[in-house]
């Protein structure tokens, strides 16, 4: 198969995709052919005029997001093989379990081979978020092969992309409904407690599912101790630390509608539990300046650096965040820290640590070193796909 629509590598940069990276970046570039939008299928040529991929045409510094290698059809089969290899993988690690657990990530991008594609399912309804116009142009074929995989178990499939894709391809894109519509929030299941997904208005798609192992292994840090869970978002960190029998769980977020959701999520698991208090504040501010003698913090930001351009600035913010809690918590403390920041790399984030640990003078262990769950894959030829990075730390 051939399209009319090709990108032309210079000399020497085919190497790249030789090793599987999904990517190629503008620079990479001889010559276009057919003259291919942002969207488009385009066939990926080599200098000696050899095919070497297929894959969505973009504005920017990435030029074409890699579907395949081979020289086969995008077409209603190609994306149901792909989710169906996604569902699968989820499947065989035990994810879907209307007793335990309801909630996780379908679809990751290029670690399911998919770049620019998200899917998250929560009990019955998948939301879809779109991180290229390619894939914005293709969400209903992608509907389309979800109903067809996943069947029955499927309710509704929710499309949120107004905040995920390029500004400037002027698209224009609402989110709404391409199957179902009935509900405009739900209850799902991680390791057994509930969390509400408000996929409607919610930060990402509605919860996030990546730090589902990181929060189990917080719960057997907590008994009998004071938690400060810092960026809390939806609560989930202090769920598990309740959970976990901690004796005090304060949680803190800059946004009023996610302590609201925090209050809520607590309750549907705990009741009116006097352990747990919700503060909208600073996070920094309430570093310096709140009280409490906790002995586990959690810190668990946004992301410092969206772009390469801001890791300067983000691994400064870190190091600051982590120096203010090493000083803040109490002898024998244990800090839960990460980073989902995909420009700061594991050495980098590790860095700032130990600068922030280095001023403040006290000796620190690392217990654990952290990563996404299992269902966010790392695409082996693509590193990148590795942004959740965290530490356990123990402070003597």
């Known amino acids: 198969m051939s399209l009319n629509k090709r990108i032309y590598l210079k000399q020497g940069k085919e190497e790249s995709l030789k090793r599987f990276h999904p990517w190629i970046f503008s620079g990479a570039i001889s010559r276009a052919e057919g003259n291919p939008e942002e969207g488009d299928l385009v066939d990926v040529i080599g200098s000696r005029g050899e095919f070497l991929a297929r894959g969505h045409c973009q ?66 309804t998948a939301v879809v978020q779109a991180h290229s116009v390619g894939m914005h142009l293709v969400r209903r074929e992608i509907a389309e092969a979800l109903q067809a995989v996943v069947g029955g178990k499927l309710k509704n499939i929710f499309y949120k992309s107004e905040g995920t894709l390029p500004y400037k391809a002027a698209l224009e894109p609402e989110n709404g409904y391409l199957f179902g519509g009935s509900e405009v929030s739900g209850v799902a299941l991680e390791n057994g ?106 810190l668990d930001p946004p992301a410092f650096a969206k772009h390469q351009s801001a890791l300067k600035n983000a691994l400064v913010g870190y190091r600051k965040l982590n120096a203010a809690a090493i000083r803040k918590i109490q002898p024998g403390g244990i800090i839960f820290t990460f980073s ?31 990563t996404q769950a299992a269902d966010h894959p790392i695409n082996l030829y693509h590193p990148e796909s590795e942004y959740l990075k965290g530490l356990v730390l123990e402070i003597e």
Request: charged share 25%; glycine share 8%; hydrophobic share 40%.
């Open 193 to 298: 407690l509930k969390f509400k997904i408000d996929w409607l208005k919610g930060q990402k798609t509605g919860f996030f599912v990546d730090q589902r192992d990181n929060r189990s292994l917080l719960e057997k840090f907590s008994e009998n101790r004071h938690v400060l869970n810092l960026f809390c978002y939806t609560g989930g960190f202090s769920c598990f630390a309740l959970r976990g029998g901690a004796a005090l769980v304060h949680s803190v977020d800059s946004s009023a509608k996610a302590i609201d959701l925090t209050r809520e999520n607590v309750g549907l698991n705990f009741g009116n539990d006097a352990r747990h208090t919700a503060f909208t504040d600073d996070a920094f501010r309430f570093l310096e300046q709140g009280g409490g003698d906790y002995d586990l913090i959690v």
């Open 59 to 124: 504005i920017g510094s990435i030029a074409v997001r890699i579907l395949t290698f081979e020289d086969e059809a995008i077409d209603a089969d190609f994306w149901r093989r792909r989710i169906e290899s996604a569902w699968n993988l989820r499947m065989r690690l035990k994810l879907f379990d209307t007793q335990k657990n309801t909630a996780f990530r379908l679809v990751h991008g290029e670690g399911d081979f998919l770049p620019g594609l998200i899917i998250d399912f929560y009990s019955d």
């Open 340 to 370: 989902c920041s995909q420009a700061v790399s594991r050495e980098n984030f590790r860095l700032a640590v130990f600068s922030a640990a280095a001023q403040t003078g006290k000796r620190v262990k690392i217990l654990h070193q952290l």
